[in-house]
């Protein structure tokens, strides 16, 4: 996060959580903006990758930060669709592209194409941030603070026996998380996002139809 955002937000939560620890809050800080990032997809940015002739297997890196997912692609000035692995076969006559399990890796459909091309891949991709001191773009951050310290505060105030603990606070600032998440996707999909087209938040989205806290990939 920026400097001046980072030490904003702390001195918020040592305020509201008398007897929390530094090094706790600044934990479930960056905790809080990597789920929020990548839960609600409102920090976008659009990456490149040379197309190299005959190759079918790429790499995509965000400057901010890591990928989250890719929202659109295009290969060539066309766009290429997500598959599944057991769509392969089926899809194999189409431009398309299979995402890999770092998801910014992408293999695409049927292999690459035969003529170099810089800057011939272009993604739409959602970022999140690798940590806490990480340069998140400061309009993003001002419009979403208070979703960052609701998130935030559900997470410290849901610590056992600690002097801060607090269930009900918990669970008043877990409901706040929702709606902001919820008010987010919306946002998102309505197009309003930085450096990113419009866009429906993946179907295939660990967490997306679960109660509370989204739970992280792979679970």
């Known amino acids: 996060m920026s400097e001046c ?15 929390a620890g530094s090094d706790a809050v600044d934990l479930e800080m960056g905790n809080a903006a990597h789920e929020w990032f990548l839960e609600s997809g409102t920090w976008h940015e659009v990456v490149y990758a040379n197309i190299v002739a005959g190759k079918n297997t790429y790499e995509l890196v965000a400057d901010g930060g890591s990928i989250g997912y890719i929202c659109e692609l295009s290969i060539g000035g066309r766009r290429y669709t997500p598959v599944s692995g057991n769509s392969l076969i ?8 299979q995402v890999m399990t770092d998801y910014g890796t992408i293999t695409i459909i049927p292999p690459g194409p035969t003529e170099n091309e810089p800057k011939g891949i272009v993604a739409n991709v959602s970022v999140v941030p690798e940590d806490c001191a990480c340069s998140i773009p400061p309009d993003v951050l001002n419009h979403w603070y208070d979703a960052l310290l609701d998130t935030a505060l559900g997470k410290l105030y849901s610590h056992v026996n600690k002097p801060y603990s ?10 706040r998380y929702r709606a902001h998440l919820a008010r987010a996707r919306r946002v998102v999909a309505g197009g309003n996002v930085r450096a990113g087209g419009p866009w429906v938040y993946p179907q295939i989205a660990p967490g997306r139809s679960r109660r509370g806290y989204a739970l992280p990939r792979g679970v």
Do not use: C, Q
């Open 5 to 19: 955002f980072s030490e904003r937000l702390k001195d918020t939560l040592m305020v509201r959580l008398p007897g």
């Open 90 to 97: 089926r899809r194999a006559w189409s431009g398309a592209y």
């Open 166 to 175: 607090n269930a009900t606070l918990a669970l008043f600032h877990i409901g």
